[in-house]
């Protein structure tokens, strides 16, 4: 039984392994999760390798415990495993800066523009019943309350790890708070939650006119793009993370956070009745040129190791949702993707 090596395992991290294999000649890997987290666990296995790690964020890196967790985690990281190159994926320009300040190897490229378009499109004879959908954990920074002058609005929310009943509890003050509120998750007939998968989501965007993002701060926001490729325009709140890239003036409003400019600029947005199609388009626009962005970043570290690859005309073949999946274990990724010797596993 092949078993994990015993270096420096005091640098793992206990949460679900997400990532996803770009190349493997050189060894490209892009994970999601704690800073330099999928590393930390499929470093020991990689360490006489030659590895690439693209590192995307879903918390703002402008956050400065973030920020400072990150640089120390870099240098335990980089003198631990020398042969390992680590760049870090940005969702916002000014993360950008903060980095180079920081010394740490970065590249723009939002996490939005590798959300599967196929997932969320416009579904031509879906009854609008919502002024509006927001899509948000229960949590307070959220500012759900912002919705609160909204006459009719869905809530498609999930449970976070840990407790449930403190989130259920929000909720439930939430519901009192305001009337018009629809928690979509909710089934009609026993009221129990339900989590639902893309296919079900995309039908409750179709069902409201306006999408919904209203914290002061966060990452990248998938759902922004998802609103936009599903045909909704968007209120916003000034926010750091980056979820304003994907925003154009002609479809979206970014407001100041209170209630009724929230309320005003979901019905204005309402009133000049864009075409779903429209807004799917440019959206699409920008997926494509970010897109081509990371296919650059892939290719300049095949040319930089001396590999001949068109990786532009394979990325299709590499390309997933979110562009990672989630493993049990670094076991689990490394033998799916024949890089572990001794184990050996069919892929699924």
Excluded at 33 to 58: C, V
Excluded at 296 to 314: C, K
Aim: glycine share 6%; charged share 20%; proline share 8%.
């Amino acid at each position: 039984m092949t078993t994990a090596p015993a270096v420096t395992y005091r640098l793992s991290v206990k949460e679900t392994l997400r990532c996803h294999l770009v190349s493997r000649d050189p060894l490209v890997v892009i994970s999601y999760g704690a800073p330099l987290g999928a590393p930390m666990q499929l470093g020991p296995f990689l360490a006489d390798r030659k590895a690439y790690f693209l590192m995307g964020n879903w918390w703002s890196l402008l956050d400065a415990r973030l920020l400072a967790q990150t640089k120390e985690l870099y240098a335990m990281m980089t003198a631990t495993y020398p042969l390992h190159r680590y760049i870090f994926l940005t969702n916002a320009p000014e993360e950008n800066a903060a980095l180079k300040r920081y010394g740490l190897p970065h590249y723009f490229c939002h996490h939005n523009a590798f959300l599967d378009e196929s997932l969320f499109h416009p579904v031509p004879g879906v009854a609008k019943t919502m002024d509006a959908v927001y899509t948000a954990r229960l949590s307070r920074f959220k500012r759900h309350i912002l919705a609160r002058r909204i006459p009719s609005w869905g809530l498609v929310y999930y449970y976070m790890p840990g407790p449930r009943e403190p989130q259920e509890t929000y909720l439930r003050s939430l519901t009192r708070a305001m009337p018009g509120m629809v928690p979509c998750n909710q089934d009609r007939r026993t009221g129990a939650y339900r989590f639902l998968p893309p296919k079900e989501i995309n039908r409750v965007y179709n069902a409201a006119r306006v999408g919904l993002c209203l914290s002061e701060a966060e990452g990248g926001n998938y759902a922004t793009t998802e609103y936009l490729l599903a045909g909704l325009p968007v209120v916003s709140t000034p926010s750091e993370g980056g979820r304003d890239v994907f925003l154009d003036p002609d479809n979206s409003r970014i407001v100041p956070p209170s209630a009724a400019a929230v309320a005003a600029a979901t019905a204005e947005l309402i009133a000049c009745k864009i075409p779903p199609r429209e807004i799917r388009l440019r959206t699409l626009v920008r997926i494509r040129e970010m897109r081509q962005d990371f296919i650059r970043l892939v290719a300049s570290i095949h040319e930089q190791e001396g590999r001949a690859d068109a990786f532009a005309d394979r990325f299709d073949t590499v390309f997933t949702h979110k562009m990672f999946t989630a493993y049990g274990t670094p076991e689990d990724f490394l033998a799916r993707h024949g890089l572990l010797p001794g184990l050996e596993r069919k892929s699924a």
